[in-house]
């Protein structure tokens, strides 16, 4: 049995560990897991502090970003780049 960053195994929060649920954490954000893995991070979430307390920040950043930029799209160059990383990442995650 591992033991995570904060001294929980996965079992005591739903099969997910502390740094499963961190580097997940921006996909559950943004709605993009499955029911399944949407379900065990949130069973994480509700019995972990530390790990609420990074989603809150996380949830509160995102906000932040989302009304400072709101008048102001991305340059379509930016964007270009952002979705080739995101692809690049995907492709060498998936490998």
Same mark, same amino acid.
């Not at 904060?6 to 954000?29: I, K, M, N, P």
């Not at 979430?45 to 920040?57: A, N, S, T, V, Y």
């Given at each position: 049995?591992?033991i $995570?960053?904060? #001294?929980?195994?996965?079992?005591? &929060?739903?099969g997910?560990?502390?740094?499963?649920? +961190?580097? !997940?954490?921006?996909?559950?954000?943004?709605?993009?897991?499955?029911?399944?893995d949407?379900a065990?991070i949130?069973?994480?979430? $509700?019995?972990c #502090?530390?790990?609420?307390?990074? &989603?809150?920040?996380?949830?509160a950043?995102?906000? +932040?970003? !989302?009304r400072?930029?709101?008048?102001?799209?991305?340059p379509?160059?930016l964007?270009?780049?952002i979705?080739?990383?995101?692809?690049t990442?995907?492709?060498?995650?998936?490998?």
């Amino acid at each position: 049995m591992s033991i $995570d960053a904060h #001294g929980h195994s996965a079992d005591e &929060h739903g099969g997910a560990d502390c740094s499963a649920t +961190l580097l !997940r954490l921006y996909e559950y954000l943004d709605g993009e897991m499955t029911t399944t893995d949407t379900a065990r991070i949130k069973a994480h979430l $509700d019995e972990c #502090g530390p790990c609420m307390q990074q &989603h809150d920040r996380e949830t509160a950043l995102k906000a +932040l970003i !989302r009304r400072a930029c709101a008048c102001e799209p991305a340059p379509t160059e930016l964007r270009m780049r952002i979705v080739q990383r995101i692809t690049t990442i995907r492709i060498e995650t998936t490998d």
